[in-house]
């Protein structure tokens, strides 16, 4: 038998098809709202493409159903999958022509057909979060007169206040009226000069003009029927777009799970799944149970942990492996150590010990999930490497806020794009600005003052046949180097691969971007490092779309559907790549499992974080952050915590030399005790973890 993901399990025929049968009944429900609650492993994304095939077949307008999901990979992904699972339907010419896009990409077009986004001299783009930063705040504090972080702070308000629809949200940041005043003069000029928006915007411009009637309801896209992918983690913004467009007669069908709502940070509000039959009175709920993801090891203690979290949608999961041929019981581990130096040995050699019993080839099945990269990255990295074990570590909230140099790559990728699309992008080129090598902020924002001044359209400025006169100082070099770049790449396209334009790529950050300074060597090692680990046949848009993931889950989702273009064109005879343990960020997991997972630093003020014990809504989010963590785990499941930490992890955590923390609470609210270790797992316990692994 073969499970939804395609992997040979011991669920029976008959397991499986009552769970899909309990699918089928939701995407085939017609009450004029329809919630899925989907627990992890339950197929959430399976019923989104039953609902779409049913759709089909029973004669929707293809154009007019339209898909939303969190992000571009995530889109991306869906869009593959929903064509996929029609292709041997007779709905399968008409699956491609479904509308699969980002909130914010739908808010766009339709205030773009509204013609209401003339303030703007082409669509914006929405300034990710390394621009919020190192381009938005450093200007607005240059202009402001006031530091980068508090500039972040004014800024942050307003996108709060946006996201949330609570016009007092500013208030309870303490802005004051003359900053409120900056803030609104400042916005309005760069966001017109960069052709950008701030996160929250575009949404609220939306929902604004539809409130206000700028926006009538005949000026809207005709959606016959709307699809919201994890509804938990939309805003209160988001929710009410999502009321307004499906107001209409259209037929609106949301899927999540509020237990895996983690992302307070961008103002996510899992009380709009939860409340949705308050919200939408005619609306039917189907709720998924079997689990086909943990076994009942896993799943039991998980479930008991986030019962604690109240006023939530009540589920009863069932792992399908407890009554599967052979049954499958799975581990749920809990180990106690002295120090976190000896956890992330025993860690290390239970990861070799596992390879060792029948893991080899699979090493990238094996999990270690962190909360805190500062206290556990390094030690656990250098006790993998002590033992020679080929591991990944996390990529980060993305690639392009971590390293310069990959910046400066999706910068010119993105001006490739722009060029060969005639999709403008502005920031892109304010953005290779601010990473030229001898070029500060200061410089950056004399270009953009300039350009003001001097009545020029910004992204026309690189385009001039010469650099304009009126430029003073390091200005006209910097504009200089901007324009050589964007010659070079008008004879890119996108579907070039990188075997043919890595080496053009390296030549240009050498001889236009890092020029001068220590660091220069080192960002094109970081470039190089990173290209040699990308499939060679991988196009450029491919990986624009990688660079542009903001997650591990959404790079893996890329990667896998580059492998799986590329998979049929390969050479026969190749060299196997070596698969690598994944050490991957909490965060950075949802979406991704493994058939073993280590969760190290289960301790009270890493997780849950002493931030977290102080305020209870972000404890609650905590939880719901190690529930999804340990609902990543198929076979087996260790959690570990140390009762000291010393060195420089311990003054990150309490600045002090040696920190010494309890068990996490969440630990106790599993049930599961703690059982005192100093080394990793024996041959004879990797090896029974193994046969169940295998026998998954």
Known sequence: MENIEGEKMPITAAQKAQAEQRQWTAARDG??????????GTGKSYTIEKRVADLLTNGATPGNVYVISF?????????????AFCSTLPCANAAAQVRVSTMHSLALRILRRANLLTSYPSTPIMLDDWEQTNVYDREFAGSLGCTPSRAAEIRLAHDAQWQTLNPQYVNQA????????????FHSARTNLYCCVLPGEVIYKCVDALQQ?????????????????????????????????????????????????????RHANPDGIVQFQTAYPASATHVLTDCFRCTPAVLGPASRLITYNLNRVAKNLTSLYGAATPPVQGRMMVWSFQTAQEEARAIAQSCQAIINAGMAGREDEILILISNRRVQLDMLAQELGNLGLPYDPPRGAALTSEYEAIRAVYSVLRIARDNSSGEEDYPAHRDLLEVLSGVGSATAKGV???????????????????????????CPSAVQRVMATVQTVRT????????????????LLSSQVFTSGRNAANSLSIWNTLIGSLPAQ???????????????????????????????????????????????????????????????????????????LQATGLLIEQRRLFYVSVTRAMA??????????????????????????TRSQFLNEMSVPSVTRNTGLSQAEAAAIVAEVNNL
């Not at 009450?31 to 992890?40: D, H, I, K, S, T």
């Not at 467009?245 to 949301?254: E, Q």
């Not at 690189?462 to 100082?473: A, K």
């Open 31 to 40: 009450a004029p709202q329809v919630r899925l609650v989907a627990g992890p």
């Open 71 to 83: 992000t571009r990979a995530t889109c991306a992904e869906l869009t593959e999958r929903i064509r």
């Open 174 to 185: 303490q802005i004051t009226p003359a900053e409120v005043q900056g803030f609104n003069a």
């Open 213 to 265: 009637g700028a926006l009538q309801p005949n000026q809207l896209p005709q959606i016959d029927h709307l699809i919201v992918d994890e509804f938990q983690d939309l805003n209160a913004c988001d929710q009410e777009f999502v009321r307004l467009l499906s107001a209409n007669n259209t037929i609106l069908f949301v899927a999540g799970d509020d237990d895996q709502s983690i992302y307070s940070f």
């Open 448 to 474: 953009a003052d300039a350009c003001i001044s001097n009545n020029q359209n910004f992204r026309q400025l690189f385009y001039l046949p010469t650099c304009p006169t009126w430029f003073s100082g390091r």
């Open 492 to 507: 890119w396209s996108m579907s070039d691969t990188l075997a043919a334009r890595s080496g053009d790529i390296t030549t």
């Open 538 to 612: 991988m196009t450029l848009e491919e990986l624009l779309q990688f660079l542009a993931a903001d997650s591990e889950s959404d790079q893996q989702a890329i990667l896998d559907l580059v492998n799986q273009r590329i998979g049929g064109a390969q050479p026969q005879a190749q060299v196997p790549v070596q698969k690598r343990i994944r050490i991957l960020t909490m965060h950075g997991a949802k979406g991704l499992s493994g058939k073993v997972v280590f969760i190290p630093s289960t301790e009270q003020g890493l997780m849950p974080n002493f931030r977290a």
């Open 636 to 661: 087996c499941c260790i959690a570990s915590h140390a009762a000291q930490h010393s060195g420089a992890q311990a003054m990150a955590l309490t600045q002090r030399s040696v920190a010494r923390l």
